[in-house]
């Protein structure tokens, strides 16, 4: 993750050095693979610099390009995606990440720890500086919809002093899709949940399927949304979430693309499933959008089926 903030910038960490090779590569150099990240300083910690000048210029251009239009306002970072894994396969490889989860777990758990080391380090540096912003308002949580809630912030909040108390916070592994729900709290949810403990609501996941590993998420303080992406089977989420949860649920966004847009279809399959869904608390998130064929108009026809099938529902 790059904690980058358009109020500030900072020296971000990375896996660096002149040598184009993996992770994984890099250990088979090296005889103590555990004590690779570090000794080789491969994953740095990140430093927070905020730059008031440079700030206060680009507020006033925004000032004045939208003056008449919109208010504009000047505010800190509102909010975190936590994904150390979307990082980690992209430095490792997909396949040698997971054969290492079985060959090389030490290894893992090693890198890992440095990693969410970095960012907590990061997230720290953060709320000293009181450089957040809330964000129980026009603002996207996670993979899921917009973040308001009465919930937030907490009773003793200091608008002030924005702490992460007072925010949402997020995590997922979407990589995780086939691990065994045993295995993602090993190696994902353990490290996870030092993050997300520091928040006062969390959301957690994006496109993998987690109608199988409720059991394991509920171990994650203050959680209040889980994401149910197209490949879940929605009667096992809603037995295993009752009430407890919200269902952030997304339906397949492949109706847009193809030629086969088909409004009766799009009504049959979301008032199926959403009869599925009547006893819980759900929310509808069309995500993934990559085509709409340059028919936008679509994206509204289907907004507007979604809520005439949700208020039959309800």
Not at 10 to 21: L, N, P, Q
Not at 183 to 205: K, P, S, T, V
Request: charged residues 30%; proline residues 5%.
């Amino acid at each position: 993750m790059n904690f980058s903030d358009p109020a500030g910038q900072i020296k971000d960490y990375a896996v660096t050095g002149d040598e184009k090779v993996t992770l994984r590569e890099l250990a088979d150099q090296k005889a103590d693979i555990a004590a690779l990240p570090v000794q080789k300083e491969k994953i740095k910690m990140p430093e927070v610099v905020f730059d008031e000048k440079v700030t206060e210029i680009k507020y006033q251009s925004m000032v004045d390009i939208f003056d008449g239009i919109l208010d504009v306002e000047k505010g800190g970072m509102p909010g975190f995606w936590f994904a150390p894994w979307d990082e980690l396969v992209r430095w490792w490889g997909v396949q040698d990440a997971m054969i290492d989860l079985m060959d090389r777990p030490k290894l893992v758990h090693r890198v890992l720890e440095r990693l969410t080391g970095a960012y907590l380090k990061g997230l720290d540096q953060y709320e000293k500086a009181n450089l957040m912003s809330l964000n129980n308002c026009n603002y996207r949580i996670g993979s899921g919809g917009l973040g308001y809630t009465d919930e937030l912030p907490v009773k003793d909040f200091d608008p002030d002093n924005i702490r992460t108390a007072d925010l949402w916070g997020c995590s997922t592994a979407q990589i995780f899709s086939c691990v065994s729900p045993k295995m993602h709290y090993e190696f994902a949810l353990q490290c996870e949940i030092r993050w997300m403990e520091r928040f006062g609501l969390n959301y957690y996941g994006c496109c993998e399927p987690l109608d199988r590993k409720i059991d394991v998420l509920d171990k994650i303080p203050n959680l209040l949304k889980i994401s149910m992406s197209p490949r879940v089977d929605l009667d096992r989420a809603s037995e295993k979430m009752a009430r407890d949860y919200v269902i952030s649920w997304k339906p397949k966004p492949g109706i847009f693309a193809g030629g086969s847009w088909d409004p009766k279809a799009v009504r049959t399959d979301l008032s199926q499933s959403l009869k599925k869904l009547r006893n819980d608390v759900v929310e509808i998130i069309m995500k993934d959008v990559s085509s709409v064929e340059y028919k936008p108009q679509h994206l509204w026809e289907w907004s507007q089926i979604a809520v005439e099938e949700a208020e039959t529902v309800v």
